[in-house]
């Protein structure tokens, strides 16, 4: 049997890793013997993405939930976003999506949740998983039944939702690109954003157009160049799964996907006074936005699984995190990108009736303060780094305000912020930093890579 490592392939929101490396097909086989006694559910829905690996991948968790009893529905190719909602719709008992989302070619991986679309973590059932995998499971009872669901069925239904919850009329008169990226939003793209100039559209699990993660920005050169050329209003790109959606505004400029979360907020049904989630990283110019629109802004910890937890408990509008990953109550507390997208897309369309640009739209936000992005510094001791910024903090910076431990560390100034925290999925540690203006960023900057890396001056 092979042997791999697959501890490394248990992360703190799904699994995820390198196929051959973090796990293998046994591996799969055997999450699926542990998943239902784990979690107690019997009804399972499994899709999947479009990576290489991918049906076998899911052969083998499918043989190992029916061996365990579970009664398994296979909705197939699709978004992970269509897997929670057919999960919570139908009432499922827990679902799996095959997916490693913007990961490269070589990963995959299985993000699992309970009933109701609610997700299951490191913190509360992945690590009984873990354990279970990790001693000899009992034998295999009698296969119990697997079933095919209609594939194009389930699609028609998931695109009437998104066109209810957002008419195609609000789309009207904008000119825009969509770019699947090869990924899973190929299947939706044409039905859902009428009008729009389609790259990508063929899923392809080795992703040659690009990466799937439009965080990278070379995946989004051929989106941005398109705009430019053909002078368009906007273009809209998706990553493997679907999960998440970024913009590139008329200039062909990357918009940072926090300074949307107010135009999430537009778009959205809500009352007075509604919660928006944001994630630790978010611009002060798309909190101090919110609260002009009247949301009460709440932070929250990187991360679906902890973004969704939120979102119930507090009863939230809509969410949103740097990542491009925006949540709305009515998709079951759940992120849509197709959803986000489409709402996004309904805003700068109602600005250009207006006169106003995509650039000119999001200006009151994104032209407050001066911001760094999320940047990434692989280092041995993450632990020793952060104790440095730390006491950085006391003798190198303004006088500090506030800060919070809720991921990480968020330093609050009246300058200004940074907020360092280890990833949960990659071996960095993960900075963003905002200021009043371009030259005190740059200061910040100076001295919070210098204490990272452990440099002198």
């Not at 999450?31 to 991948?57: N, Q, S, Y």
């Not at 995959?108 to 001693?135: E, H, M, Q, T, W």
């Not at 499971?137 to 095919?148: M, Q, V």
């Not at 849509?336 to 995509?358: C, D, M, N, Q, Y």
Request: glycine residues 8%; contains cysteine.
């Amino acid at each position: 049997m092979q042997t791999v490592n697959e501890s490394a392939f248990f992360k703190a929101y799904d699994m995820r890793g390198t196929f051959g490396v973090d796990f293998t097909l046994d591996t799969a086989y055997r999450v699926g013997r542990a998943l239902p006694a784990t979690l107690g559910a019997r009804r399972w829905l499994v899709g999947r993405d479009c990576r290489e690996t991918g049906a076998d991948v899911r052969d083998a968790l499918v043989k190992g939930l029916a061996e365990s009893g579970a009664d398994v529905t296979d909705i197939g190719l699709c978004t992970t976003p269509m897997v929670y909602f057919f999960t919570a719709e139908d009432g499922y008992d827990a679902s799996v999506m095959v997916t490693a989302s913007h990961n490269p070619p070589g990963d995959n991986g299985l993000k699992v949740s309970r009933r109701g679309a609610v997700p299951v973590g490191f913190a509360d059932g992945l690590d009984r998983v873990l354990d279970a995998i990790s001693r000899p499971l009992p034998p295999p009872g009698a296969a119990s039944g697997i079933s095919e669901a209609d594939g194009r069925e389930c699609l028609e239904r998931y695109a009437a939702w998104q066109r209810k919850a957002t008419p195609d009329s609000a789309l009207e008169e904008l000119r825009y690109a969509v770019d699947c990226s090869n990924g899973m939003a190929s299947l939706l793209a044409h039905d859902l954003f009428p009008g729009a100039e389609i790259l990508n559209d063929t899923p392809d699990g080795r992703f040659p157009a690009h990466s799937p993660n439009p965080l990278k920005e070379e995946a989004r050169a051929q989106l941005a160049a398109l705009v430019r050329e053909k002078e368009l209003d906007c273009g809209v790109i998706f990553d493997g799964d679907a999960d998440r959606a970024m913009f590139i505004d008329e200039h062909g400029g990357f918009v940072q996907p926090d300074y949307l979360i107010p135009a999430v907020f537009a778009a959205t049904p809500h009352g007075p006074g509604a919660t928006v989630l944001h994630d630790v990283r978010t611009s002060r110019g798309a909190i101090e936005a919110l609260r002009e629109a009247g949301a009460s802004p709440r932070m929250v910890p990187v991360g679906h699984v902890f973004a969704k937890r939120e979102m119930r408990e507090c009863g939230a509008a809509c969410g949103g995190e740097l990542a491009g990953h925006y949540y709305f109550k009515e998709f079951h507390d759940c992120d849509s990108g197709i959803l986000a997208a489409r709402r996004i897309l309904s805003e700068v369309a109602a600005a250009k009736r207006k006169g106003l640009t995509f650039s000119r739209m999001i200006a009151p936000v994104a032209g407050r303060y001066a911001n760094s992005g999320e940047l990434n510094f692989r280092v041995d001791d993450k632990t020793a780094a952060v104790a440095r910024v730390m006491a950085a903090v006391a003798s190198r910076f303004p006088h500090e305000l506030s800060h919070s431990r809720l991921d990480g560390i968020r330093y609050e100034f009246a300058e200004g912020w940074f907020n360092i925290r280890a990833s949960n999925t990659e071996p960095y540690l993960r900075l963003v930093a905002e200021c009043d203006t371009p030259q005190r960023l740059a200061e910040w900057l100076h001295i919070l890579r210098s204490e990272i890396i452990g440099h002198e001056d």
